[in-house]
């Protein structure tokens, strides 16, 4: 039993984790475009939204004609459930400069590249990290559904358990998903703790 509750908590970390992935890697790049642009900003993070308010286990529905079963239609929906509030933080961090911050920064004449790095990564990381650590609960406690697509995971063990009404097992998984999340929140709340700090 032990052996199988490791080998589905690994899987269960590589889909949230991959799905924690693909949302970092277009929601940030996203942001970054539309933070500047208050009509673009809008309809694209209203869709962004639209996103967030599906149920997680319609998503992977949807998703099987398209992908099947398996792991994949499962780090799909979970990275669409992450997006959001990556992008919005991100979003957020880019414009929180004040306007008399903005002054100062087009008074010394930084180039874009350096006013990039040197003031608005910093000024961005505290909330981008926030919405990171958001992102990376939801897809731990959603990841238990990727088991109903085949998709494996601690969802597994939880179903297993129910199925055969072994208790030990149920709580043993249901308890892994839970201190995995509460794991990694603590950790990313010590890295927003030291964004703030640094800024």
């Given at each position: 039993?032990?052996?199988?509750l ?59 004609p ?15 459930l ?70 494996g ?37 010590l ?9």
């Amino acid at each position: 039993m032990l052996t199988d509750l490791l080998a589905e908590t690994g899987t269960h970390l590589e889909i949230a984790g991959a799905a924690l992935a693909l949302a970092t890697a277009v929601g940030v790049p996203l942001a970054l475009l539309t933070a500047k642009t208050r009509f673009v900003r809008s309809a694209t993070l209203g869709g962004v939204g639209i996103a967030r308010s599906l149920p997680t286990i319609a998503v992977l529905a949807l998703l099987l004609p398209w992908l099947g079963v398996g792991r994949l239609p499962a780090i799909v929906a979970l990275a669409l459930l992450a997006l959001p509030p990556i992008a919005i933080s991100v979003d957020a961090g880019m414009r929180s400069l004040s306007a008399a911050q903005r002054e100062v920064v087009d008074a010394l004449g930084l180039g874009s590249r350096t006013r990039f790095f040197r003031i608005e990564v910093p000024a961005t990381a505290p909330l981008a990290l926030a919405g990171l650590r958001t992102a990376a609960v939801e897809c731990i406690a959603s990841a238990t559904l990727a088991t109903f697509i085949g998709g494996g995971g601690l969802g597994d063990g939880i179903v297993r358990g129910l199925q055969t009404g072994n208790e030990t097992l149920l709580l043993l998984a249901a308890a892994t998903v839970a201190a995995l999340a509460i794991a990694v929140d603590a950790l990313l709340a010590l890295l927003v703790r030291g964004a703030e700090v640094w800024t």
